[in-house]
């Protein structure tokens, strides 16, 4: 029977012991309940009933390379026949991969490592609020950039919207948002209102340069541009997020693709194929405020911070993506997928825009043409949305059914497993438009507006 399933076993026994039953915000999912995950390879994960699926949630970003590389398996495998964590001086790996950071990141002369993209973006604000003696921060509707509470704001509110704050949690003292400005994405206007206004305040603006934590937001360059120039007439740090961008978009994140380079730069998530690895690097002397050497101001820590293991991953990952062609592979089933969704949807006579970058795509249902803000994606019809992901698991192909999230491809994702994703959005954005849950299905997913 049902009651006897596994996955309901475990569940059950997760809920428990296990706040909701799952390790972060957004692993629980409306009107999916029971998953519980026994195994991940290549461009599938399988769950404890022995259900197949073709992943491009891809656990919100990392594993670029596919679950369970074997070269990453192997290399962490290796690195823990030498050495695990000691927490003094530094070790072969640590200085390799901080060289291949420089390497490779054209805003990166220096880089700490962290174990998560939160830590490395509360790391980039203190920093920046260390250099500069001021209080503000500018971030961007859409945007995510971790938990911690300065940049802990709703980012699907309708305050949010007209420029209010919602934190994303309780809990939160509102004298820490206050220092926070959310201005609208892709506007040069409402920078440079804010730069004239509070220009003296700011010690920093933080972007996600393609707002992905909405689904996909392309940065216009004039954008970029804007804000890089009135960061540097006014002496504010320029803070690209690139947790999801570098690495995933190219090896040098969007920052060698825009040509715009940032003071400081967060990375995490395809660093590392999937393994805890944060990084935060940039310009040298705002990298020196750190308490890394004595006397140094702005506090920097973390027990795990580059312990050898992940520090191998992130080296057999990097390494991996220069050697092979990966990011020509994701390009180009990337394009075939965005490319077959565009033709079902018009086929079945659903208004959509087919959007995203390389590896990264999204579907939104809506009219009026490619998103240029998150005002723009009020219009996206969050039933159809919702819907159609919800009915794709049943056919075996997995994307988070939930509100604005973006999809993967991976390097073991084949021109077959394109078409099965193409074949199997035709036959759930059908069974979508034939039910009629439509109202049900809106309110559940707009619970929460955080981000992942
Ligand atoms: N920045 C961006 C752009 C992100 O997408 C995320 C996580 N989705 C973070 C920061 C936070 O990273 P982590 O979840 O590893 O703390």
Redesign the pocket.
Known sequence: TVEDAPATRFARRARAVIPGGVNSGQRSVPGLTDLVITRADGARFWDADGREFVDYHAA??PPLLGHNDPEVAAAVAEAGRHADLCGVGVTPGEVELAETLAELVPSVEKVLLTS????A?FHALRVARAATGRRLVVKFQG?????HDSVSLNVISAADRVGGKDPISTGILPEVLDATLVLPFNDVTAVRRTFAEHGADIAAVIV?PVP??VGCLLPEQDFLQALRDETTRHGAVLVF?E??TGFRHALGGWQSISGITPDLT?M??AIANGYPV?AIGGRADLMDLFSTRPGAPAFFAGTYNGHPAVVAAALATLAKLRREPVHEHVFALGDRIRAGLAEVFAELGVPSVVTGYGSVFVSYFMTGGVPRGYDDLLRNDVSMFVGYRRRLIGHGVFELPLNLKRSHVSYAHTEADADRLVEATRAAVKETLASGEVAELADASTMGGA??
């Open positions: 919100f970003g998560t993209g939160s830590e973006t945007c995510y950039h971790g938990w996600e992905h934590n997020d947790v999801i967060t995490g998530k944060g981000e992942n």
